[in-house]
């Protein structure tokens, strides 16, 4: 349990340490963390609760959800859970929770019905909520919302896979704590809870602050199962687990999500990561020794890197993608040419206007009338696609 497993070591008994969610080192000296730990004096007594060795987890299912998040970390829980294929919850349990017993449609139309109705939360060690597909906005009930709450005074981990972060911040269980989401939804995130901007990031799969776990989705949900898993069972018996579902290694936590499509591909992690920092502050471009400072990077290693792999410094690169996401406001949407200035980074009208003349010859009015696609240098990437609900392009 995070934040809860006992390590016993020299007659101590210590509480198992958060990871730092901003520089999480994989494989780091557990003797170490905990030493670190211990002298920080972090650590709060939870609530009193039941205690078992074997691991309990509800899964909380919201409208929507999909399904291969619950699917992935469900298979991982049975093939630990049992010898061979038998799938038994011998060494750990698992169930489906609802504020009432009626099925739950998925995004692709198939249905779950809910074990049971919620109940004492001090039975389970974590609470998963599995969200997905915000077009309707967030669905979550009262019910929902108090068992939440109930859990986090409980001491249970909670867990939000994909959009289930919204979730958790929605039902004040997220105070100071930060968290993961998809880069598809981090538009949706900032314009849902705006006061919560700094705490999220989009850049990484999965990210583990104390008691809660957060998760960009889809097969990160592997990740998330076998981080949490792995404190409670043999790294051998993790790594079995995931050799049946054909996936490599155990999990990095600072490990970055893929690179969205029709954006240029980069291999090196930190670089992709940098990236995703740049395009999620268009609008106010961070310096580089921010981006830097995300990334666990000097200055100077981020600009060897960038120029290395990308033929120009980081400060060029992001002036690039303010430009292209200009460009690209301006052919798609019907935004006055000073809003497209701002919201890309660049000070004003007149300076946007400069911009794209030294790039293409144009006027931001011919740029917006013309016909022609810009160069294929610009990267030519779908803005609407990438953020589908964010009235930033919209």
Known sequence: MIGYVEQRREGRTLPFPALDPAGAKSGANLDAKLDDYARRGAHRSPPARERTDKPRFAFILLPNFTLTPLSSFIDMLRLIADEGDRSKPVRCEWTILGSRMSAVRSSCGLEVSPSKTFDDPRQYDYVIVVGGLLHAGLQLDDATRQFLQDADAAGVTLVGICTGTFALVAANV?????CCISWYHYWDFIE??????AQVVADRRILIDNRRITCSGGQA????AAAVLERHFDAATVRKALSILIVDDLPRTSAPQPVPPGLRRVEHPQLRRAITVMEQHLSDPLPVAGIAGQVGL?????ERLFVSETGMP??????RLCLESAVWMLRHTGRSITQIANESGFVGASHLGRAIREKFGLTPSQMRASSEAPPPESGNVDYDE?????????
């Open 174 to 178: 997220m105070e100071n704590r930060r």
């Open 192 to 197: 849902t809870f705006p006061a919560k901007a």
């Open 386 to 394: 990438l953020f589908p609900n964010s009235r930033r392009f919209g």
């Open 314 to 319: 980081p400060a060029a690169y992001s002036r």
């Open 221 to 224: 949900a592997v990740d998330v």
């Open 298 to 302: 000097s200055v100077r290693q981020l």
